[in-house]
T-cell receptor, first 113, second 113 residues
Framework: DAGVTQSPTHLIKTRGQQVTLRCSPK?????VSWYQQALGQGPQFIFQ???????QRGNFPDRFSGHQFPNYSSELNVNALLLGDSALYLC????????????FGEGSWLTVV | AQSVTQLDSQVPVFEEAPVELRCNYS??????LFWYVQYPNQGLQLLLK??????LVKGINGFEAEFNKSQTSFHLRKPSVHISDTAEYFC???????????FGKGTRLHILP
């Protein structure tokens, strides 16, 4: 049983570009959340998707957007990249009715130059 | 609003010695409490969680934590650490089911030979 898988694992982008990160949740999970972890910091909640809708959002600008597909997989899009967007982006999945069993992927390392 | 404070950014400890990583939280309502571990260049792995019931929670790899409601603390302990415990440890809270996770800034556990 595959856990949470994310792609790509590493990528380098230039300021002003756009990036798309992908996440496949653990089998049976229907809720996907995204977190940003800057170097030396704890993860910060970006947003959560359930039933293809954004259910909650953290304190991130509109440059950060997402999508959830019918198969529960999800994408995180960041437009107009800034140097400060360099971070590890973590995807977490859970099953809405199981309560608090949240699994994390290995993350996507984004470097903006 | 909920918040999590990890009192030590780094904790050095000799191999086979006991360790305690401190965590305090702030919330006006009941929360669920977690400890996650992040090994170098990896994602987050759940160590243990407190949802309700016994205040002493046992987790993986010999770790345990004690929930103290009066002191709003959830300190993590291990009686004898191993070099393989070298990692970043994050304390976290969740307000209710499927809600966002609020992480502390992390404590880096450094095992000395």
């Amino acid at each position: 049983d595959a856990g949470v898988t994310q792609s790509p694992t590493h990528l380098i982008k230039t300021r002003g570009q756009q990036v798309t990160l992908r996440c496949s949740p653990k089998s049976g999970h229907d809720t996907v959340s995204w977190y940003q972890q800057a170097l030396g910091q704890g993860p910060q909640f970006i947003f959560q998707y359930y039933e293809e809708e954004e259910r909650q959002r953290g304190n991130f600008p509109d440059r950060f957007s997402g999508h959830q597909f019918p198969n529960y997989s999800s994408e995180l899009n960041v437009n107009a990249l800034l140097l400060g967007d360099s971070a590890l982006y973590l995807c977490a999945s859970s099953f809405s009715r199981s309560g608090n069993t949240i699994y994390f992927g290995e993350g996507s390392w984004l470097t903006v130059v | 609003a909920q918040s999590v404070t990890q009192l030590d950014s780094q904790v050095p400890v000799f191999e086979e010695a006991p360790v305690e990583l401190r965590c305090n939280y702030s919330s006006s309502v009941s929360v669920y409490l977690f400890w996650y571990v992040q090994y170098p260049n990896q994602g987050l792995q759940l160590l243990l969680k407190y949802l309700s019931g016994s205040t002493l929670v046992k987790g993986i790899n010999g770790f345990e934590a004690e929930f103290n409601k009066s002191q709003t603390s959830f300190h993590l302990r291990k009686p004898s650490v191993h070099i393989s415990d070298t990692a970043e440890y994050f304390c976290a809270v969740v307000l209710n089911r499927d809600d966002k996770i609020i992480f502390g800034k992390g404590t880096r556990l450094h095992i000395l030979p």
